[in-house]
């Protein structure tokens, strides 16, 4: 980047999200650490609730249920990445079934916060390495509901639903553009990178992805995770359920590659996979309040296609003098080859604007798809 106040860093991102209950503790743990410029995000989680028919009828009715989530997320250096994880599974309980789910993604960021200086630990052992990160990003309402309905009968996994605002297909459609809202709902899920190709067939099959204005999905690395196996809720008729179950082989095999479903579905050369991008990079960007809009014009002036902005609290704990607030995120998917000047056109704008509180954030996304 030229003349760029923006300083490159070689770091580790911390995407922890937990049920409400666990937020005090997590956000207690991170400040004994010492850890700063934590984005906190509201969020819900969607699981199946399994209940007996009613009026005597046999079968089982299947209803989604939602429980809130918050959504912690902070950068670290990589050496350090180890002992925050273990932290946080402490802090929120992770390993038990229904807590919430931790994944890490070695990325490259770009801010003007000085570096932080957190212990050097080993991660704790029982963390799955052959995981990826799938963000869905919806834009019809209601889509992700029947996305998350998809994938748990799928068993996929976990959805986590957050909202955002989207920019760029409805600024070319005109008058078409009131058929698109703005609002979106991001779906994150946290799958075995093994059937990642299989999976992201049928999430865009079923799930309807593949019909114009839907929205897209793209698919990320995972340095190292735990995944919340808990995706129906209800009685159980074992002492053990299959959640629990596929938990403990996990840890046993150390991995979930013996639970592959989908061997040879790389191989089928069918439509979808026709229309997968390659070569993309996510920017994820933190930025001041109110100069999100300003951002994505710029970056969008530079060869980004659109955007999904949100916005986020940010809790500073280890800098009492500044008690953080709030802030606003943006999403972008991106060609490799323009990377380069959409980080350009953020840092003349954030400089431009005064903005000390822009940070960006980069990894790699093997695999895009849109209509």
């Not at 933190?286 to 999100?292: D, F, M, P």
């Amino acid at each position: 980047m030229s003349e760029a106040r923006l300083v490159p860093q070689p770091m580790t991102r911390v995407t922890c999200m937990v049920h409400q209950h666990f937020e005090r503790g997590v956000a207690e743990r991170l400040a004994e650490l010492g850890a700063r410029d934590i984005l906190v995000e509201n969020a819900r989680c969607v699981r199946q609730r399994v209940r007996k028919r009613g009026w005597g009828l046999l079968g089982q009715a299947k209803t989604l249920d939602d429980s809130p989530m918050d959504v912690f997320r902070l950068s670290v250096p990589r050496e350090a990445a180890g002992r925050v994880a273990g932290v946080l599974i402490e802090a929120a309980e992770l390993k038990a079934p229904g807590h919430g789910m931790l994944y890490t993604q070695d990325i490259v960021e770009y801010g003007c916060a000085e570096p932080l200086v957190i212990e050097a630990a080993a991660a704790p052992a029982g963390l799955l390495r052959d995981m990826a990160l799938l963000t869905c990003i919806l834009s019809m309402p209601g889509s992700g509901d029947a996305l998350a309905r998809v994938a748990l009968a799928l068993g996929v996994g976990v959805p986590v639903i957050c909202r955002g605002v989207g920019t760029g297909l409805r600024n070319r459609l005109g008058l078409l553009r009131i058929t698109i809202p703005p609002e979106k709902e991001i779906v994150r899920f946290l799958i075995p990178a093994h059937d990642a190709n299989g999976i992201r067939r049928l999430l865009i099959e079923e799930g309807r992805m593949d019909r114009p204005g839907a929205g897209f999905l793209y698919q990320t690395p995972i340095r190292e995770g735990i995944a919340d196996p808990l995706m129906c809720l209800g009685l159980q008729g074992h002492a053990a359920s299959m959640e629990q179950v596929i938990a403990a082989l996990d840890d046993l095999k150390g991995g979930t590659g013996w639970r592959k479903r989908f061997a040879g579905i790389e191989d089928r050369p069918e439509e979808v996979d026709r229309r997968t991008r390659r070569h993309f990079r996510e920017i994820f960007f933190s930025c001041a309040e109110g100069n999100a809009e300003d951002l994505v014009r710029a970056a969008m002036e530079n060869g980004a296609g659109g955007a999904t902005t949100a916005t986020a609290d940010c809790l500073r704990t280890g800098r009492s003098e500044d008690g953080g607030g709030a802030r606003e995120t943006g999403i972008l998917c991106v060609p490799n080859q323009v990377s380069d000047a959409v980080l350009n056109a953020l840092d003349e704008t954030a400089a431009r604007s005064g903005d000390q509180e822009l940070r960006v954030q980069i990894v790699e996304a093997p695999a895009v798809f849109t209509h």
